[in-house]
């Protein structure tokens, strides 16, 4: 037998206005009621568990359309068998428009904690789009991004296993596209340098990666049409180093 309840809420503030404000709360409880028969005397297994998040949003819109908004997020899944799960999460957005010119920021602090086995994990992200559309035919896509991870555990038993890793990650990218409408043929391009660092109680682990791409389209005739593309990579990995071109 399996019994669900749930049940949720939603609360909207001056949504037509530059600075709304949105709450959402779900709430649900469930029970599993089960009975095997595996040898006498008969097996009863109950499985009860709770659920709970909340999302907060808060917005403001310029007179220039940019929109600026914070979050912050909570969630809860617990239970009497497998303890608890909480995760957290705060963050920020930008977006922001000038004339061809879109940039986009996003900025997110997480934890994500199990009251069992002491898991622990942290994460940091930030990411900065920029996106520029100077005419129809061009088109550049500019990011940058970083990322870091930590996780701790600790499992209490007779071996007591605990550990602890953390994990940096730190890219950027630039891609060109160029295709006009009136010539018969268009290019593309790209560079993307990618970088990882980890550190963990066993072993450490780090990686630096460079990659350049490019393309050439031309369309001589409605039968006949020419490509070309060629691409490099460079990666330097725990004191090795590996190229493909």
């Known amino acids: 037998e399996t019994s669900?309840?749930?049940?949720?809420?939603?609360?909207?503030?001056?949504?037509?206005?530059?600075?709304?404000?949105?709450l959402r709360?779900?709430?649900?409880?469930?029970?599993?009621?089960?009975?095997?028969?595996?040898?006498?005397?008969?097996?009863?297994?109950?499985?009860?568990?709770?659920?709970?998040?909340l999302e907060l949003?808060?917005?403001?819109?310029n007179d220039r359309n940019d929109r600026f908004m914070l979050r912050h997020d909570t969630s809860s899944w617990s239970s009497a068998r497998d303890g608890s799960y909480d995760d957290t999460l705060m963050g920020a957005e930008a977006d922001i428009r000038r004339g061809r010119q879109n940039v986009l920021v996003k900025l997110s602090q997480g934890t994500t904690e199990h009251s069992l086995t002491k898991l622990r994990n942290e994460n940091l992200i930030f990411d900065l789009s920029h996106f520029y559309l100077p005419s129809p035919s061009f088109r550049a896509d500019n990011k940058v991004s970083y990322?870091?991870?930590?996780?701790?555990?600790?499992v209490t038993s007779a071996s007591a296993t605990s550990g602890s890793s953390t994990t940096d990650i730190a890219q950027a990218s630039s891609?060109?596209?160029w295709r006009p409408d009136t010539r018969p043929w268009s290019m593309s391009g790209g560079l993307r340098v990618?970088?990882?660092?980890?550190?963990?109680?066993?072993?450490?682990?780090?990686?630096?990666?460079?990659?350049?791409?490019?393309?050439?389209?031309?369309?001589?005739?409605?039968?006949?049409?020419?490509?070309?593309?060629?691409?490099?990579?460079?990666t330097q990995s725990n004191g090795s180093e590996t190229q493909l071109a």
């Open 25 to 53: 709360y779900l709430a649900s409880n469930s029970r599993i009621d089960s009975t095997r028969v595996v040898s006498a005397p008969v097996l009863f297994t109950d499985i009860e568990f709770e659920t709970t998040r």
């Open 194 to 234: 990618y970088d990882l660092q980890g550190e963990a109680p066993a072993a450490s682990s780090n990686s630096l990666s460079v990659s350049a791409s490019g393309g050439f389209f031309y369309q001589l005739s409605r039968k006949w049409r020419f490509d070309a593309s060629a691409a490099f990579t460079n």
């Open 147 to 154: 990322y870091a991870f930590d996780r701790s555990f600790r």
């Open 175 to 177: 891609f060109f596209f």
């Open 4 to 22: 669900i309840v749930t049940g949720e809420f939603n609360l909207n503030v001056l949504p037509q206005s530059k600075t709304p404000f949105g």
């Open 57 to 61: 949003r808060q917005s403001y819109l």
